[in-house]
């Protein structure tokens, strides 16, 4: 496949809830006054279904829902490949935390399962048990859109650095970081581990956030830090959200930016994969 040398980006910021159509209808919204061709568009984790109230169980979403018909047609009608960042997929018994991926032609695909599944006791906030949920991801995963190669994260997976050092070793020039991270981490840790990410892979951190107060059909609501970011391979901030809910970026990527830096500080080369001695 020929590679193209810029690659035209759509990241969709979202304040989303636990109404799947509700959910798809913002997308509509963010999406209906672009008349511009992307050849990529990603949504944050939770983008199709958030649950707001800790605890209250998901019965999830399987790949004959009608959302993913919707999704299919507007992948069609865009000309564009979607990555829905995460949502709560039923599939093989099992509920997953996952990356829903839907091509320029229509075709959906699990892409990728979260394997770092956020079980965090934060001072002064309730506990927060993914793993009750969910089944954990066992392996990392590479999409390739127009002969770009681009690893997949989810939220939580940032912290941990050994997954985002294997895309590094196999050379993609992107990765997407899909999230909803807490307010209080979020300003804590969010920009300086994305950049970090960034800089040590040595490509493309794309990361489309939720952002906002989420409230539910019933009752409750959550907030999520926002600050969607696009990140050049130099740990340079390309684009940032500016609000605190719905809002799209956009960003033309450039291959050679990648190679640029990659030729700089040619880091696949000096890697030496060692054992610590204990």
């Known amino acids: 496949m020929n590679v193209k040398t810029k690659l035209n980006l759509a990241v969709c910021q979202m304040t989303s809830s636990d109404d799947e159509q509700k959910n798809f ?50 992948a069609i009608q865009k000309k564009s490949a979607l990555h829905f960042g995460s949502l709560p997929l039923r599939i093989d018994g099992h509920l997953r935390n996952a990356s829903v991926f839907v091509t320029a032609d229509g075709k959906i695909k699990p892409s990728y399962y979260k394997i770092h599944l956020f079980d965090i006791d934060l001072e002064g906030q ?24 681009i690893g997949q994260t989810i939220c939580y997976d940032l912290r941990f650095s050994e997954l985002f050092s294997y895309y590094a070793q196999h050379s993609v020039e992107m990765i997407l970081v899909p999230a909803s991270f807490l307010v209080k981490t979020g300003h804590a840790h969010w920009e300086v581990l994305l950049r970090a990410r960034a800089i040590e892979s040595q490509a493309y951190v794309i990361a489309a956030a939720q952002a906002g107060t989420h409230t539910g059909k019933k009752t409750g609501s959550r907030e999520t830090y926002g600050h969607s970011l696009i990140i050049d391979p130099w740990g340079q901030i390309l684009k940032e959200a500016k609000t605190m809910g719905p809002e799209l970026l956009k960003y033309e990527l450039e291959l050679n930016r990648v190679q640029a830096v990659r030729k700089q500080i040619p880091m696949r080369q000096h890697r030496r994969m060692v054992q610590m001695k204990r």
């Open 25 to 74: 209808s913002q997308i509509n919204d963010l999406l209906s006054k672009e008349n511009e061709h992307f050849d990529l568009i990603c949504f944050p984790e939770n983008s199709l279904y958030m649950r707001i109230q800790e605890g209250e169980k998901i019965q999830g979403l399987e790949l004959s829902n009608p959302v993913f018909a919707q999704a299919s047609e507007l």
């Open 126 to 149: 309730a506990p927060v048990r993914e793993s009750d949920i969910y089944t954990h991801g066992e392996e990392p995963k590479i999409l390739e859109v127009e002969g770009w190669h």
